[in-house]
């Protein structure tokens, strides 16, 4: 095997919310009055298996829990899903092992239950500490749901914690989006997801957008605005919206922007694989719930794979390492891609040209403070 083979992780898709929110455009689907979670979860143990087959005697890393919203099945479900995951997979002694979660009574489970269970991450969705405001968004939580929350993960405890906080929202002020910053950092927690509300495709958003929402200069003045009160409070930007306190990095999350690999479990997900050849695929489980199920526990489940293009690992790699603040090395592209840094370098050029990227030191690059706002622009350059 060869000894270049990137870090690995596990994904398991959750796919069920109490209610879908308007604006999002993840695998998920509303659970009703019996969604079928115990033969969810056999389709898991099944589906984990057949991933262990095409795995060689490499460590998984992290295992992260995502949704849909993996809160709404017991902590014994989940205890048995991370038992099967142990019993198939050589997990790391120090496995990160996150799982998602909403505040809302209904939807956040027994945290005491979910440590036990081998969770030793809590992510927490919040997306503002404002009741009109969460109301816009659709969400079935308030406030004071939040600070009982995260008080009960703290009391179960866990001691690595990211609180989910949204900007841009309909109706949402300067003012307001500070405010909403100022709670958080009251809260203190160790990591801090803070991403822009982006009006997707196939989302209720998307086709019929909400009155009032902030334009581009004012998206802009809050992001700005907002990243400085984090940076005030100790939080270091990691990443284009991950925020931590030291020690707290989201491990998992960095795997994917490093370009590691990563097993794809559940309905919908999708996973990345390097060969000892080094060729590198990706591949995707079946989408809805209920095929996933049927062809999991028959025995024949698809897993569409897709070996890329050089041209497109390029792209690929460029898409999540420039989203790092910190950047990349050209050693890290070679090593994660199998390319020859030639491969960027006339994009390369161009984009330090336009003031999109600088060289910080022999062989390293990382986006400028442009590069950054024009994320999208800069990663554009790098398309094959």
């Known amino acids: 095997m060869s000894s270049k083979l990137p870090p690995l992780s596990l994904y398991v898709h959750l796919p069920w919310c109490v209610r879908k929110c308007p604006y999002c455009d993840f695998n998920s689907h509303t659970a009703g ?36 919203t993996p809160s709404l099945f017991t902590p014994q479900e989940i205890g ?69 929350a995260f008080d009960d993960a703290c009391a ?37 997801s803070y991403y822009q509300l982006t ?35 100790g939080y270091e930007q990691y990443e284009i919206s991950a925020f931590a306190k030291e020690g707290h990095r989201c491990r998992h999350n960095l795997n994917y922007w490093t370009f590691g690999d990563y097993i794809a479990v559940g309905a919908g997900a999708h996973g990345k694989h390097t060969d000892a050849d080094g060729v590198i695929s990706r591949y995707h489980k079946p989408a809805h719930p209920l095929t996933y199920i049927e062809q999991a526990l028959a025995g024949s489940l698809e897993r569409s794979t897709q070996v890329l293009k050089d041209e497109d690992v390029g792209f690929e790699y460029m898409l999540n390492a420039l989203r790092l603040p910190a950047g990349f090395s050209e050693t890290a592209f070679s090593s994660r891609t199998g390319l020859s840094p030639d491969a960027i370098s006339a994009p390369l050029a161009k984009a330090k040209a336009d003031g999109l990227i600088l060289e910080a030191g022999s062989g390293r690059w990382q986006p400028t403070a442009l590069g950054i706002r024009f994320l999208n622009d800069l990663q554009a350059r790098f398309l094959p």
């Open 80 to 148: 048995q899903i991370l038992d099967v995951a142990a019993g198939h997979f050589d997990l790391a002694a120090d496995c990160e092992i996150t799982m998602e979660a909403n505040p809302g009574t209904i939807e956040r489970g027994d945290f005491t239950g979910f440590r036990n269970a081998g969770v030793n991450r809590i992510s927490l969705g919040a997306q503002s500490f404002n009741s009109e405001l969460l109301a816009a968004l659709g969400r079935i939580h308030g406030p004071a749901e939040i600070l009982t």
């Open 199 to 233: 009006l997707e495709p196939n989302t209720v958003f998307f086709s019929r957008p909400p009155a009032n929402m902030p334009d581009d200069e004012l998206s802009w003045d809050i992001q700005e605005h907002c990243h400085g009160m984090l940076r005030d409070a």
């Open 156 to 192: 179960a405890g866990f001691d690595s914690i990211n609180i989910d906080l949204m900007f841009a929202l309909p109706g949402q002020s300067l003012q307001m989006a500070g405010d909403d910053v100022e709670q958080l950092v009251r809260l203190a927690p160790p990591h801090v």
């Open 33 to 68: 009055d019996s969604p079928p979670r115990s033969r969810y979860v056999d389709a898991i143990i099944g589906d984990i298996a057949n991933e262990a087959s095409f795995i060689d005697n490499r460590h998984i890393e992290t295992i992260f829990l995502g949704g849909g």
